[in-house]
């Protein structure tokens, strides 16, 4: 009888998969630090903690003004070169081609100049690097920020897109395969969901001798945790 019995449950096993235990912690599907890459005064912030940004969105401003002049001034430099280069080409096949480089080197150098100006003034604008929430503000208007001792100003978080990461144990690094479905539970929710591994990592903890590995979800909050079965093909 005990025969038949283990008999079945090997049956079984093989038909419907093993099912590995695991747990997971709820993290963000992206996360981020932002700081400055430039010196200056902090001026302006537009964000608090909360505030949902969309890519591109300012999130704050330093003192400017001076980075803004000085562009204002090559670009003016910039278009009178262009007009003294315009003016050069119409003639330039009766002109001493020295005489013509001279006025095309001036021209190009006025147009580099404009692009690094523009360059250094867009690091002193600060903005949300793709779609996301502010989980925290660590500056305020009036702080001096640093671009060599970059201090982060805020963080940032996917604003529904969450990731659990999993941990088993590695005897089943064999066994766990990236579309396994996993079925779990979060911690105070009796509720069951369901989720497929998306990505297993390519490495053991020594400390802990776990795996881990990814479920890609949404919705829940950051930082819960829970536990559940990895049911393999």
Known sequence: MKKILLASLLLVTSLFGESIYATFDVVA?????????????VNTIFVDIGSVVKVGDKLAVLNNKDVKA??????????????DYDRQEKIKNIIDKAK???????????????????????KTILQAPFDAVVIS????????????????AFKLQSIEKRKLILQFDQKYHKVVKIGDIFSYKLDGDDTKYTGIISKIYPYSNSKTRK?????LTSGVLVGLFGDGYITSK
Do not use: R, W
């Open 100 to 122: 013509f480089d001279k006025y095309e080197n001036v021209y190009e150098s006025a147009k580099a100049q404009v692009i690094y100006q523009k360059a250094i003034l867009e």
């Open 29 to 41: 599907k992206k996360s981020v630090n932002v700081a400055f890459s430039s010196g200056g005064i």
């Open 137 to 152: 503000k660590e500056i305020e208007s009036g702080d001096v920020v640093s671009g060599q001792q970059a201090k982060t």
């Open 211 to 215: 795996i881990g590995a990814e479920v």
């Open 70 to 83: 000085m562009l204002n001034i090559h670009q003016t430099s910039l278009k009178y070169a262009k007009k």
